[in-house]
């Protein structure tokens, strides 16, 4: 059974401060990693994705992956109110179109 | 990103009838995929729908639960068959980005179904 674990929080953070994320996977053969945002009542939006080792960075977003330890994080530097959503972590493994396999989700309140 | 409408939005629906979920993207796509959010949960994969041929169903969903069709490159309607509560959910038609191998999925506004 291939899985996708996060903290479902709340994660409660002040404005301004960084949220931390962090997701990890069971399947070695995960070959692409994803952080959706989904504001309560609307679908997923897709806000970073990663394929290689280390760190990426799009804005006040970076997202981390470590394959060896099977882990991938997202930060959210400076948060804001309107971060307040849950954030999705999702996997794709090898051959598998289309296919992705979510976390439960951690929910994140910014607080000002 | 494709454009992805879905239509209802929103229904509420008694138990024992069908509804069928539409989904139009604004671009030719190979692969269509139907996912489903149960309250409180993350998503699952239903579904692949791939125009001209059967839909592939994810284990735990069946054709005769799930009926896709897929008539053309821009099309799909899912229906969800003889509904029970346990059917309340919302509903998701996603693409890949177009052309690009990532694996990247986006996704419509989602059709929110409650079963009395």
């Known amino acids: 059974q291939k899985e996708v674990e996060q903290n479902s929080g709340p994660l409660s953070v002040p404005e301004g401060a960084i949220a931390s994320l962090n997701c990890t996977y069971s399947?070695?053969?995960?070959?692409?990693f994803f952080w959706y945002r989904q504001y309560s009542g609307k679908s997923p939006e897709l806000i970073m994705s990663?394929?290689?080792?280390g760190d990426k960075e799009d804005g006040r977003f970076t997202a981390q992956l470590n394959k060896a330890s099977q882990y991938v994080s997202l930060l959210i530097r400076d948060s804001q109110p309107s971060d307040s959503a849950t954030y999705l972590c999702?996997?794709?493994?090898?051959?598998?179109?289309?296919?992705?396999?979510f976390g439960a989700g951690t929910q994140v309140v910014v607080t000002p | 990103s494709a454009v992805i409408s879905q239509k209802p939005s929103r229904d509420i629906c008694q138990r024992g009838t069908s509804l069928t979920i539409q989904c139009q993207v604004d671009?030719?796509?190979?692969?269509m995929f139907w996912y489903r959010q149960q309250p409180g949960q993350s998503l699952t994969l239903i579904a692949t729908?791939?125009?001209?041929?059967?839909?592939?169903?994810e284990s735990g969903f069946v054709i005769d639960k799930f009926p896709i069709s897929r008539p053309n490159l821009t099309f799909s309607t899912l229906t969800v068959s003889n509904m029970s509560p346990e059917d309340s959910s919302i509903y998701l038609c996603?693409?890949?980005?177009?052309?690009?191998?990532?694996?990247?999925?986006?996704f419509g506004e989602g059709s929110r179904l409650t079963v009395l």
């Open positions: 999702a996997v794709k493994y090898v051959d598998s179109w289309g296919k992705l396999q």
């Open positions: 990663i394929y290689s080792n």
């Open positions: 729908a791939n125009q001209g041929s059967e839909a592939t169903y």
């Open positions: 996603s693409v890949e980005r177009l052309r690009s191998g990532t694996g990247e999925l986006f």
């Open positions: 671009s030719q796509v190979t692969m």
């Open positions: 399947d070695r053969g995960s070959q692409s």
